[in-house]
C-alpha cells in the first residue's frame, strides 16, 4: 500500500488544496493530510477547527484521513508509515523552497517527495489571499471547497 502525508498549515484550506488532495489520491492509495504547526507562520484558525474542516470536506473517503502534528514531517510520516510527501506547487518561487525542502528531507530519509503543479484555474489561490479578502470584508467562500 502506497501512503503518502499531504503536509501543509492549510488556514484556510483551498480548492487548490483539494484538488492537490483529489489528484495524489489517483497515485496513492492513501493520503494523511497532516496539519502542521509552523512556527513561521501565525494561524487564523486554530488546528483543531482546521481538521474538522478538512475531514468534512473528504467525509466519505475513506482513503484520506486529517492529523495535526508538530515536530518534522518525515517523522510524522515515518509514524505513518508513509513513503511518500505531496506538495503542491503554484509558481517557480514555490518550487524553489519546496526544492529545498525535499532535498534536506531525502538528506535525512528515505521519504520521497512528489510535486504536483497547481492546475491554472487554482494557481493563483492561497490561504493567504483567502485570509486578507475574509479579513477585508470580501466573500471569498468560492475559494474554500464544498462540503458533501
Do not use: Q, W
Amino acid at each position: 500500500m502506497k501512503t503518502a502525508v499531504f503536509p501543509g498549515s492549510f488556514d484556510p484550506f483551498t480548492i487548490g488544496h483539494k484538488d492537490i488532495a483529489d489528484r495524489a489520491l489517483r497515485i496513492f492509495d492513501r493520503l494523511i493530510i497532516g496539519i502542521g504547526y509552523n512556527i513561521n507562520k501565525t494561524a487564523g484558525e486554530d488546528i483543531a477547527a482546521r481538521a474538522k474542516a478538512i475531514e468534512t470536506v473528504f467525509a466519505g473517503e475513506d482513503r484520506v484521513s486529517v492529523e495535526a502534528y508538530t515536530g518534522l514531517t518525515v517523522d510524522f510520516a515515518r509514524r505513518h508509515g508513509a513513503r511518500f510527501i505531496v506538495r503542491g506547487l503554484r509558481e517557480v518561487k514555490d518550487f524553489e523552497y519546496e526544492r529545498n525542502l525535499a532535498d534536506t528531507n531525502a538528506a535525512i530519509s528515505d521519504i520521497e517527495t512528489v510535486f504536483l503543479t497547481a492546475r491554472p484555474e487554482y494557481g493563483f489561490i492561497s490561504s493567504s489571499m483567502v485570509r486578507e479578502l475574509t479579513a477585508n470584508g470580501y466573500d471569498a467562500s468560492r475559494f474554500i471547497p464544498d462540503k458533501p
